[in-house]
């Protein structure tokens, strides 16, 4: 595609269930970014990838949240049990190489009820 | 965790101004990018400058960084209503590029007509 795709754009989930966000990255990108965006706040790492390696996952918050990716392309963010303090903007960026000029998505709007 | 901090928060100015918006960051970095963000969403590259680098212009804006005070400034010359928005910092720390990006917590830019 022309841009990074996310879906699904908006998500409203009960507490306590699990949910999947997904990437598809501008083709040929090796580097993927997940971040998320409590409103009006800074983004907050989560991890990337180079490739299907996920060299930096550090920014995950909890052993509820992981990723992956895969055929170096499309990446999924999983959120287990979901909890009312994960509703936020997941944001999802490529580059063609690690530390370069990143692409955004237009997010997945996570509702936690 | 946060490596860049944005001064000011937010700053209003009225429309053909300039704005000038400052980062700081804590470590050595391979480059520094800055982005803007309307209505909360994806986020769209503006200026990538490296460490080596000093000044680096697009069009109407203008970025300077000085690593021996770990700080970077972007202004935005002749203001428009469409500059409206969030302008956030990015670092890529270390000294390869090989790493992920790191944003500050933004700047809350509006134009007033």
């Known amino acids: 595609g022309a841009g990074v795709s996310q879906s699904p754009s908006n998500k409203v989930t009960e507490k306590g269930k699990d949910v999947e966000l997904r990437c598809d990255p501008i083709s040929g990108h090796t580097a993927l970014y997940w971040y998320r965006q409590s409103l009006g706040q800074g983004l907050e790492f989560l991890i990337y990838f180079q490739g299907n390696s996920a060299p930096d996952k550090s920014g995950l918050p909890s052993d509820r949240f992981s990723a992956e990716r895969t055929g170096g392309s499309v990446s999924t963010l999983t959120i287990q049990r979901t909890q009312q303090e994960d509703s936020a903007v997941y944001l999802c960026?490529?580059?063609?190489?690690?530390?370069?000029?990143?692409?955004f998505g237009q997010g997945t709007r996570l509702t936690v009820v | 965790s946060q490596q860049g901090e944005e001064d000011p928060q937010a700053l209003s100015i009225q429309e053909g101004e300039n704005a000038t918006m400052n980062c700081s960051y804590k470590t050595s970095i391979n480059n520094l990018q800055w982005y803007r963000q309307n209505s909360g969403r994806g986020l769209v590259h503006l200026i990538l400058i490296r460490s080596n680098e000093r000044e680096k212009h697009s069009g109407r804006l203008r970025v300077t960084l000085d690593t021996s005070k770990k700080s970077s400034s972007l202004l935005i010359t002749a203001s428009r209503a469409a500059d409206t928005a969030s302008y956030f910092c990015?670092?890529?720390?270390?000294?390869?590029?090989?790493?992920?990006?790191?944003f500050g917590s933004g700047t809350r830019l509006s134009i007033r007509p």
């Open positions: 990015a670092t890529v720390p270390g000294y390869s590029s090989a790493s992920k990006i790191i």
């Open positions: 960026a490529s580059s063609l190489g690690v530390g370069g000029e990143a692409f």
